[in-house]
């Protein structure tokens, strides 16, 4: 019988096992007692928390957006105005903790995993409505309605874009210069603004 009070550890400690064993394989092809072995457990005891490997991915997968969900409120709270929550969003993007090797593999496998599973493609257009959401919150501070969509789209796009880059190639700016080039594309429309004067 699993002890009392030991559900949350144990999940966690599969959780975070999860993704480790993730980032070991490259891919999501791998067992529940892989799994369950690394984070010191039996295989029947993870089935017992989660009922199912696919549950068991769903769950690593929600800790990883829980942790860049943390890291966009802390960058919100601390900015002024909308122009530095904008950039306080995109600070968040390219976090040295949303760099970790096994936090970049888990997220491209997630990608992946949405492809085949409606439950992970839900989670992941959570994600990308609530990046949408508050980068067009601050834009529409900022721009026109239809600018701000525009803006809000690339940013994301960028976002994205220059994330996988970096997770598969070696020849990419590192993760500050990146930054920094999705910064600029904000820094471009706000000066076409003041040069247009609207």
Do not use: C
């Amino acid at each position: 019988m699993p002890k009392i009070g030991m559900q949350p550890l144990r999940r966690q400690a599969m959780i975070l096992a999860t993704i480790s064993e993730i980032a070991a394989a490259g891919t999501l092809d791998v067992t529940v007692s892989q799994i369950a072995k690394r984070a010191g457990m039996s295989a029947a005891l993870a089935m017992h928390y989660f009922g199912t490997k696919d549950k068991i991915f769903l769950a690593a997968m929600r800790y990883v957006l829980e942790l860049y969900k943390r890291s966009v409120k802390t960058k919100l709270e601390a900015a002024n105005g909308p122009y530095e929550r904008i950039v306080g969003i995109i600070d968040a993007s390219f976090d040295a903790s949303q760099f970790e090797r096994e936090v970049v593999a888990a997220w491209l496998a997630f990608y992946v995993r949405a492809l085949q599973s409606r439950e992970a493609k839900r989670l992941l257009d959570v994600y990308a409505r609530r990046l949408n959401s508050n980068l067009l919150f601050n834009l529409r501070q900022l721009f026109d309605d239809t600018s701000a969509e525009q803006i809000a789209q690339g940013l994301a796009s960028l976002i994205d874009g220059f994330y996988i880059r970096h997770a598969l190639q070696d020849s990419v700016p590192d993760r500050n210069e990146t930054r920094a080039m999705v910064q600029d594309y904000l820094e471009l429309w706000l000066e076409r603004k003041n040069r247009l004067g609207r």
